[in-house]
C-alpha cells in the first residue's frame, strides 16, 4: 500500500495556493511536477560537480561521467533494452522521434514512401515524418478511443517504410495494443515506432516484450526535468543509421576530407549533454521505482474510475475517450462553453487543466470541436483532489 501523504510532502509545489485556493494539479499529460530529490539532484550538481563529460581527465569530468553513464544503464533496465548501447539521450520526445524520422528517410526512404501513424497522434509523431517527405496513412479508430485493426492492416503496401502510433492518447488516455501493432507490422518487414511519452510514467514499460524497433520519451512527463528524454533503438536498427547531427561526441575522426563516427550510443549524441537533467532523470526513476510502477499504475486507475463515475454524473458533460483500455486521462466538454472558458473558471477555483487541441487537431477533426477540456491525473493525486475538481466544475 502507498503512503499518499507521504508521496504528497515530497512534492514542493503542491503546498501552491493558486488564487487563495490549495492548488489541485491536474495537468500531469502535459508536465508532471518534480519530488524534491530530483529539485536536490540539479542543485547538487551544479553546486558541486557541474563539468563536461567523456572529455576531461580531471576529477569533477570524471565523476560526472560516471554518474550521466549509471544513468544510460538505469533507464535500460528501467524500460528493459537489451543493452545501455540501444539508449540514447535526447531533449525529449519531439527531439527522438525527429531523430528517427531524419535519420530513417535518409537511410531507408527511396522515393514515394509512406509512414502508417494512428489518427490519435500527438503534432511530434505527425510532422516529422512529414518533414521527411512520406506520405502518411492514419489508422482510423472507433468513437469510443479504439485503433480498427482490421484497417490498419489494409493500409500496408509496397510502398509502406515505417509505423509511428503512440503507446498513450495524451488526448483520449487509449492505451493502444502496441505489441499486437508491432506483430502485425513486422509480418509485413516493417519496423514499428513507439511514442511513449505518456506510457512510461502510467504503466510498465518491457521494449523487449513489446518488439518494437524505436521507442521514444521524455523526462519531464515523468517526474524527471525538462530538457531530457530517450530514444530507444534496437542497436541492428541504430547501426544501420546515419548520424542526425554532427560534431562533438558523435565523431571518431575527423580530417577536412572525411570524418568517421563513433559507436553506439554516442553516434546521436552530438555536443554538449544536459547532464544535470540526465542525472535528474535517473533519480526520477529511482522515485518511481521506490512507489513501485504497478503501484502508480493501481492507483492512477483507482482515480480515473473514481473521477470517470463522478463527471458523468455531471448533467451536459460530454467525455471524449472511453476505450476499455485507458490511462489516467479525461477529455472532456461542458455543454456549449468553450473549453478555454471551463479551464480559466477552474484555474480560479484552484483547479489547473489543460486546454485546446493538445498537439492532436486531428483528433478534434475526427470529432467535429475545437478542444477539450483535459485532466490528467499521477500517483500525488487524491479523491479528495476530484471531488474539489467535480465541485468546480458544477460551480
Known amino acids: 500500500?502507498?503512503?499518499?501523504?507521504?508521496?504528497?510532502?515530497?512534492?514542493?509545489?503542491?503546498?501552491?495556493?493558486?488564487?487563495?485556493?490549495?492548488?489541485?494539479?491536474?495537468?500531469?499529460a502535459a508536465t508532471t511536477q518534480?519530488?524534491?530529490?530530483?529539485?536536490?539532484?540539479?542543485?547538487?550538481?551544479?553546486?558541486?560537480?557541474?563539468?563536461?563529460?567523456h572529455r576531461g581527465a580531471h576529477h569533477l569530468a570524471a565523476v560526472a561521467t560516471e554518474r550521466y553513464e549509471t544513468v544510460r544503464r538505469q533507464?535500460?533496465?528501467?524500460?528493459?533494452?537489451?543493452?545501455?548501447?540501444?539508449?540514447?539521450?535526447?531533449?525529449?520526445?519531439?527531439?527522438?522521434?525527429?531523430?528517427?524520422?531524419?535519420?530513417f528517410a535518409r537511410r531507408f526512404f527511396p522515393g514515394d514512401d509512406e509512414v502508417i501513424v494512428s489518427g490519435m497522434e500527438h503534432h511530434s509523431n505527425i510532422v516529422p515524418w512529414q518533414l521527411a517527405g512520406a506520405t502518411l496513412r492514419p489508422i482510423p479508430f472507433s468513437d469510443e478511443g479504439v485503433l480498427d485493426l482490421d484497417a490498419f492492416e489494409r493500409l500496408f503496401t509496397p510502398r509502406t517504410r515505417l509505423v509511428a502510433v503512440t503507446h498513450v492518447s495524451n488526448t483520449l488516455g487509449t492505451v493502444n495494443p502496441v505489441d499486437e501493432v508491432v506483430r502485425r507490422a513486422h509480418a509485413h518487414g516493417v519496423p514499428v515506432l513507439v511514442d511513449g511519452a505518456q506510457a512510461v510514467s502510467h504503466l510498465r514499460v518491457d521494449v523487449?516484450?513489446?518488439?518494437?524497433?524505436?521507442?521514444?520519451?521524455?523526462?519531464?512527463?515523468?517526474?524527471?526535468?525538462?530538457?531530457?528524454?530517450?530514444?530507444?533503438?534496437?542497436?541492428?536498427?541504430?547501426?544501420?543509421?546515419?548520424?542526425?547531427?554532427?560534431g562533438g561526441e558523435m565523431i571518431e575522426d575527423v580530417t577536412f576530407?572525411?570524418?568517421?563516427?563513433?559507436?553506439?550510443?554516442?553516434?546521436?549524441e552530438a555536443g554538449t549533454p544536459s547532464v544535470g537533467d540526465v542525472l535528474g532523470l535517473g533519480c526520477a526513476i529511482d522515485?518511481?521505482?521506490s512507489v513501485g510502477v504497478d503501484?502508480?499504475?493501481?492507483?492512477?486507475?483507482?482515480?480515473?474510475?473514481?473521477?470517470?463515475?463522478?463527471?458523468?454524473?455531471?448533467?451536459?458533460?460530454?467525455?471524449?475517450?472511453?476505450?476499455?483500455?485507458?490511462?489516467?486521462?479525461?477529455?472532456?466538454?461542458?455543454?456549449?462553453a468553450h473549453p478555454y472558458d471551463v479551464g480559466t473558471?477552474?484555474?480560479?477555483?484552484?483547479?489547473?487543466?489543460?486546454?485546446?487541441?493538445?498537439?492532436?487537431?486531428?483528433?478534434?477533426?475526427?470529432?467535429?470541436?475545437?478542444?477539450t477540456v483535459r485532466a490528467s491525473f499521477a500517483v500525488y493525486n487524491t479523491r479528495d483532489e476530484i471531488d474539489a475538481f467535480i465541485a468546480a466544475i458544477q460551480r
Open 75 to 103: 533507464v535500460q533496465h528501467f524500460i528493459h533494452a537489451r543493452s545501455h548501447e540501444e539508449i540514447v539521450f535526447t531533449r525529449g520526445t519531439t527531439e527522438s522521434i525527429n531523430l528517427v524520422a531524419s535519420s
Open 295 to 336: 503501484n502508480i499504475a493501481a492507483h492512477e486507475a483507482d482515480l480515473l474510475r473514481y473521477a470517470t463515475d463522478r463527471i458523468t454524473r455531471l448533467p451536459d458533460v460530454r467525455l471524449y475517450g472511453t476505450s476499455p483500455e485507458k490511462a489516467a486521462v479525461l477529455s472532456f466538454l461542458v455543454g456549449t
Open 1 to 28: 500500500m502507498m503512503n499518499i501523504d507521504d508521496i504528497r510532502t515530497q512534492f514542493p509545489i503542491l503546498d501552491t495556493e493558486v488564487h487563495g485556493r490549495r492548488l489541485v494539479y491536474l495537468d500531469n
Open 345 to 371: 473558471l477552474l484555474d480560479q477555483l484552484g483547479v489547473a487543466v489543460r486546454t485546446g487541441h493538445h498537439c492532436t487537431q486531428p483528433v478534434m477533426d475526427r470529432y467535429g470541436i475545437p478542444g
Open 34 to 53: 518534480k519530488p524534491q530529490a530530483v529539485i536536490d539532484v540539479l542543485t547538487d550538481y551544479y553546486s558541486h560537480l557541474n563539468a563536461n563529460i
Open 287 to 289: 522515485f518511481m521505482e
Open 257 to 268: 576530407e572525411r570524418t568517421t563516427y563513433n559507436h553506439l550510443p554516442f553516434k546521436f
Open 208 to 246: 523487449q516484450a513489446i518488439g518494437c524497433d524505436f521507442y521514444c520519451f521524455s523526462g519531464h512527463k515523468m517526474y524527471a526535468p525538462m530538457g531530457v528524454g530517450v530514444m530507444y533503438g534496437r542497436q541492428e536498427m541504430l547501426e544501420a543509421l546515419p548520424p542526425y547531427q554532427g
